[in-house]
Each structure stands twice: as structure tokens, then as C-alpha cells.
DNA sequence: ATGTGGAATATTGTATACCAGCATGAATAA
DNA sequence: TTATTCATGCTGGTATACAATATTCCACAT
């Protein structure tokens, strides 16, 4: 009684020879011969298109609901309903949109609760990776993490919040990609892509900045300590701290 | 320049009635009136078709590639092929099945660095919604973890090793939901789908049941001791300890 | 003025048809 | 016997047509 017999239409279990060209590294010998994948499917180009959409709309300005006509956007990108509906799809699996029956695609916009858990989440993502990171990591791609700050020195901070905050981002994402631990990597990524659409809304104020920077300069000494357990809780607190910020001051939400 | 006049395609955002009927709950003076769904559609039971089917299959018995055959899906479901290829992208895009272009679409299974990649993010989530749990879980709720293991005294564990594993899947999801945090919850459980599906090929000894469950009952007098950093370490610990079980014993994955 | 009915409309959900590319294997040549 | 060519078939990807249903709005009766 194995699969065959159980589900025929199932497991149509075959020795073939295995898709090895898409899952495996490339062979040492070739120079880099085609790591190409060549076929960026309108499915995925669709994704990639509305996913940048997304992100760049700034859609915690306004209250208003922001529909997205499947058809209209089939138009414009030149390709048919069914890509787009894919997209959508994968879309809506990560929380961006949210699809109403026989009403529409609806771009979502998180509560503050939700942006709170997201936060929660993301501490204990990043908080595992630098455990991971004073574990596994190369001394150079830790120094490397001191370098996203060397421009934002003394006042510069001042001028520049804005940056600041993009900066900021990028710098926790490199402590997760750091742990190279692909699970925490995809995980945090979708995360982030939220992240960064709150930035925009969020209040960043001087002493904010200032003290998140003096919370990053500790990790990475930590980091460079190879202090697993400090780390961690650097991290952790440093992301919980924000969480209880936005409970406390993000009104703006709901 | 609003969003209105960049992308006139992207956003028609119009102030509309919201969709209420689906977010809000109930008119409390309406005696639970239509609390109906009635309407899950093709594409959701084809996708809880698809991943019962896959999570009971035991795919890590065999080597062989297995594949999935839209067609013959869609016939024997007796629907078309959309709603069938629109289950197979979500279950693509959670990891248990991986479509190759012009080959077929492929049951995933993972390797073990996978697995323990898996196995340390699950770490991460339950380790904080550990402390979560010390913070907000009523007493009633730590004290229907006990429940769990009642049916596990002394010897009976030898007897039921095969039950005991699932209980104990059981016992860390309950945490994770116990933690009320909705992004932790749903990133485990696609984690937990995964790991029900490597238990089988777990090998488990009466030594580590006999440890687990002495760590279990460590952890629920954490939680209940309102113990947070005691109870993060706890659950961390004894996850961690899985993955290094897996690190060195699992020679059968691969 | 207001409430009601219903047709027109607009939307997603589903089915079907078509396409392009790769794998396979038979046929053929060496 | 072995290597090579090439036609065929099967695959997922895409386009399009159809179905079902919620919404909207106007005519119309009250």
C-alpha cells in the first residue's frame, strides 16, 4: 500500500531525473555560465510591479480606501487578468491587499496593534539572528555594519532624519541576513517591506535618533564580543522599545 | 501630486462605504443572524484538498520525485484548472511544493540544513511569545498546558511514543497561540505543517521523550512563576536542542 | 419627501482555449 | 552498437470567455 495505490491521482511518484538546474549551486568548474534564470514570468513581473506600487503609495496619508481595479492594471501592464490575479494572490498572502468577493482588491493598512505584533515579531527574529550572528559571523561583515553610520555623525543626524530612517531599516535587515539563516531572512523580509511603509508616518524625533544610534553602536560591540546572550537582548529590547513607543505615541494608526 | 495623478491606473481611492460586513462582528441586538460565510470558494478547498493530501503523504519514505499533475487534479476535483493552479502558488509560496517551468510541479522536500533553519526561527518565535505569555495568559490558560500530558505518566509514554509526538507539537503551538500575537501564531504554523510532516522520520528515543517532557513541565512552572526571561531561556533552550539533535543525528535527511 | 423594487452595472470567480518550450524517444546515420 | 537528429507530446504560462452575485441608482408608488 504505498502512495501510488492510495491517491492515483496524487502521487505520480517517478525516478526521473531530478530539476537539479534550478535547485543546485553553480558547478565550481564554470565560470559563472548561467545563473540566469531568463524567464522572469509576467506573474512575477506583475508581483515585482504592484509590490513596488504598493510600497511607494504612501497609504497611511489618507483614510480613504484604495481599491485595485484587476482588469485596469491588466490593461495597463500590457498583460492579461490571469497574471495579475496571481500576483494579487501572493499579495494578499502577505498581508499587502486584501480581496472582498465581488468587491474589490484592497490595499491593507495595519492597525496599531498590528504594527505592534509585526514589531514583536520582528525582536524575536532579530534577536535569534544575533545570537546567530556572534556565532557565525566573519569579523568583516560585522565591521561592516559600523560603516552604514559613518555618515551620519554628530549634526548630520539632524538634516538627514529621513535617510536616517531608511538606514535604520537596512541595518537591523543586515543583522538578519548576517545569520544566514534563510527561514529568518524570508521571515523578517515581508516584515520589513511593512516597516518601511509605516516609516513614512512615523514621527522620528532627534532624541529618538539619538538613542537609537547609541543602542546600535552597543549590538555591534556586542556583536564584535561575540557576546551571544548581551546581543540578543540588546536586540530585543532595542525592538521592543520601539513597539512600546508606537503603543504609547502612534495615535495616528487606526 | 498625489498618489491619484502618478499611477492613475494603481490608486482609485474613493471614499466608499467600507466593506463592514466583513470585518465588523456582529450587531449585538440581531440574534446572530447571518453569521454565514457560505462561501468558501473552489480555490480554498482545493488548496485544503491539496495540503491534507500532501501533509499525509509521507514524502520523506521514498526518494522519488513526486509530482502533481494540475490536470489530472483538476479532473479528479472536478473543477478547472485555475482554482487548482491558484492552491498550488499559495502552497508554492509556504514552501511545500516548488514549481518547475515546463517540468511539473514538485512536492518540496527539505534538507536538513533547511530543517534546522526551520527548527531555530520556531526557537525565535516561541521563545518570545514565551514572554508574552508570562505577561498576559490568564492562569486558567498556563493550566490547561498541564492537561496536555496527563495521559502521559510513567510508562504510557513508552507505549505511545507515535501520540506523544503529536502532543508535543500540540504543547509548543499552544504557547505560540496562548502569546495572542496573530503574526507570531501564523508564522508558526507554517512551520509546525512542516515539522508534522518530519516527524514521522524523527526517530524518537524513550531518553529524549523522558527529557522533553521534564523540560515541558520546567517551562510551564516558568510561565506560571510569570518567570519571563526564565521562560524565553527555557523554550529557546529546549528548541535549540531539537535543532542540535537534527545537527548531528539526522542522517537520513538529505 | 421617502421608501421600495428592479434593472443595469461592476466586480471577482471559474472554465476553457491556445501557446511556447523542453523532454522524450523513435528513426536514422555512422 | 552507438551517437545524433528531429518530430511529437506533455508541461506550465497566458489569454479570453462565461458565470454568479453584490452594488448602485433611477423610476415609481406611497
Known amino acids: 500500500m504505498n502512495n501510488r495505490d492510495r491517491s492515483p491521482s496524487l502521487a505520480n511518484a517517478r525516478v526521473r531525473s531530478a530539476p537539479e538546474a534550478a535547485r543546485a549551486p553553480l558547478p565550481p568548474s564554470q565560470p559563472s555560465l548561467a545563473p540566469i534564470d531568463a524567464a522572469p514570468s509576467f506573474k512575477h513581473k506583475a508581483y515585482a510591479a504592484l509590490k513596488n506600487a504598493i510600497v511607494a503609495m504612501d497609504i497611511y496619508r489618507s483614510r480613504d480606501d484604495i481599491r485595485l481595479d484587476e482588469r485596469k492594471l491588466a490593461q495597463d501592464f500590457g498583460i492579461s487578468r490571469t ?115 509605516i516609516r513614512r508616518k512615523t514621527i522620528v524625533e532627534k532624541d529618538r535618533v539619538d538613542r537609537s544610534i547609541r543602542d546600535h553602536m552597543k549590538i555591534i560591540e556586542a556583536l564584535e564580543a561575540r557576546a551571544t546572550d548581551r546581543a540578543e537582548v540588546l536586540v530585543r529590547d532595542h525592538a521592543l522599545g520601539l513597539a512600546e513607543h508606537v503603543k504609547q505615541y502612534a495615535d495616528y494608526l487606526d
Open 83 to 197: 497574471p495579475v490575479r496571481e500576483a494579487m494572490a501572493q499579495l494578499e498572502s502577505e498581508g499587502f491587499v486584501r480581496s472582498v468577493p465581488r468587491r474589490g482588491v484592497y490595499v491593507v493598512r495595519k492597525t496599531r496593534t498590528e504594527v505592534i505584533e509585526m514589531i514583536t515579531a520582528w525582536a524575536a527574529l532579530e534577536s535569534m539572528a544575533a545570537r546567530l550572528v556572534t556565532q557565525t559571523a566573519t569579523p568583516e561583515q560585522i565591521a561592516d555594519l559600523r560603516k552604514m553610520f559613518a555618515t551620519f555623525e554628530g549634526d548630520q543626524v539632524r538634516a538627514h532624519l529621513d535617510e536616517y530612517s531608511e538606514v535604520n531599516i537596512e541595518f537591523h535587515q543586515s543583522i538578519i541576513k548576517l545569520s544566514g539563516n534563510r527561514v529568518l531572512i524570508e521571515m523578517a523580509e515581508n516584515l520589513f517591506t511593512h516597516m518601511r511603509m
